[in-house]
């Protein structure tokens, strides 16, 4: 298990690649980065590896993270599930507790598309009676 365990999470438009290896030590990288660095928020941080310390593994295994696309909150979200799939795959026995969180489940919601005749997709030029 050189490479370790890979699954792929996925998030409005952005996209995240997850490798979950054996701890060698504490290390987290996001983009090369640490979290912190990469977020710049603790919510975010907080959010994104919530999935590790629901299954108390935060201490016992490496994230390796690539993202790409999107904000830095629907990254958040793509991490999320992208360590909540590798996990089932690092250990099938995490799946119902994972699941019954909704950490396996992806976010359908994405940005509505705009409409022509208006500025965006919902939201109308302003109306003049004369």
């Given amino acids: ?11 409005k438009e952005a996209v995240a690649r997850v490798w979950i ?9 996001f983009n090369g980065k640490k979290p ?14 919530e999935p590790l310390r629901e ?5 016992t295994v490496k994230l390796v993270v690539k993202t790409t696309g ?5 990254q958040a979200g793509a991490i999320r599930l992208g360590i909540a799939r590798a ?4 250990d099938p026995e995490l799946r119902t507790a ?21 500025p965006k997709a919902r939201k109308r030029f302003q109306f003049s009676k004369r």
Wanted: charged share 40%; proline share 3%; with cysteine.
């Fill in 1 to 11: 298990m050189k490479k370790g365990i890979y699954a792929t999470g996925r998030r």
């Fill in 21 to 29: 290896k054996p701890k060698s030590k504490k290390d987290q990288s």
């Fill in 36 to 49: 912190m660095e990469f977020f710049c928020r603790e919510d975010l941080v907080q959010y994104s590896t």
């Fill in 55 to 59: 299954v108390d593994l935060e201490d």
């Fill in 70 to 74: 999107g904000g830095i909150s629907g």
């Fill in 87 to 90: 996990l089932v795959k690092f």
């Fill in 98 to 118: 994972l699941k019954k969180k909704g950490f396996l489940v992806r976010d359908p919601r994405s940005v509505e598309r705009k409409k022509y005749g208006r």
